[in-house]
């Protein structure tokens, strides 16, 4: 609790420098809404309020590979609050937190509980660490700690025996959508696995971010 406290705190000194990002986080802190530090907040608001509208002004479709708490969704509410998002999410007990979340919001949301990856598997392991947001079908080894990491809890709590999908068969059965389509993956340097499942959707150029 002293920690996030701290870092709103800090992300608020750092604004002094930039009125306008400050203005923003005092809205944040009194809010409780999602705390972005400098940099990323002007990437999203960059991405999200002048790329994106150049592209079309229909409804985007936002697929979040990797949702665990849901912290990008609150970033796309945040920015893109009529944005439909597709969060996919294979540890189970995140779930009730992204079902209460989508509830508090104005996006259309839709929650599936299953792993992607590049070929169909009934039944895979993902590391459940103590600090889930590093969770991963990978195992965590010291030369891949990020710096971002570093200080967090490694222990291992279990591993979880999940289903995998592919983004190619996941989006046989989705509804089309005109709008813009963007790709978000965190899966914790699964990424390139579940890119390889999505091959076919890759090569009509389905995604446009």
């Not at 406290?5 to 923003?24: Q, T, V, W």
């Not at 660490?129 to 490694?154: A, F, R």
């Not at 696995?193 to 995604?207: D, I």
Request: net charge neutral; proline share 5%.
């Amino acid at each position: 609790m002293l920690l996030k406290i701290s870092n709103k705190i800090k992300a608020i000194l750092n604004g002094l420098k930039d009125p306008a990002y400050l203005i923003i986080q005092i809205r944040n802190y009194i809010s409780n809404d999602v705390s972005l530090d400098r940099k990323h907040y002007y990437f999203f608001y960059n991405f999200f309020y002048l790329v994106l509208p150049s592209l079309s002004k229909k409804q985007p479709l936002i697929i979040d590979v990797g949702s665990n708490d849901g912290w990008f969704l609150r970033v796309v509410n945040r920015f893109l609050p009529k944005a439909k998002v597709v969060c996919i999410e294979p540890l189970s007990f995140l779930l009730p937190k992204l079902e209460v979340l989508s509830k508090k919001i104005s996006n259309e949301v839709h929650i599936l509980n299953f792993a992607l990856g590049e070929k169909p598997v009934p039944n895979i392991e993902i590391h459940h660490y103590e600090s889930h947001g590093i969770s991963s079908i990978l195992e965590l080894e010291e030369n891949n700690i990020s710096y971002m990491d570093k200080g967090k809890n490694l222990s291992l709590v279990d591993k979880v025996v999940v289903e995998q999908k592919t983004l190619d068969l996941l989006f046989i059965d989705f509804p089309v959508s005109d709008g813009p389509k963007i790709l978000k993956i965190d899966t914790q340097g699964y990424e390139m696995n579940v890119l390889n499942g999505a091959s076919k959707l890759l090569s009509e150029q389905y995604f446009d971010f």
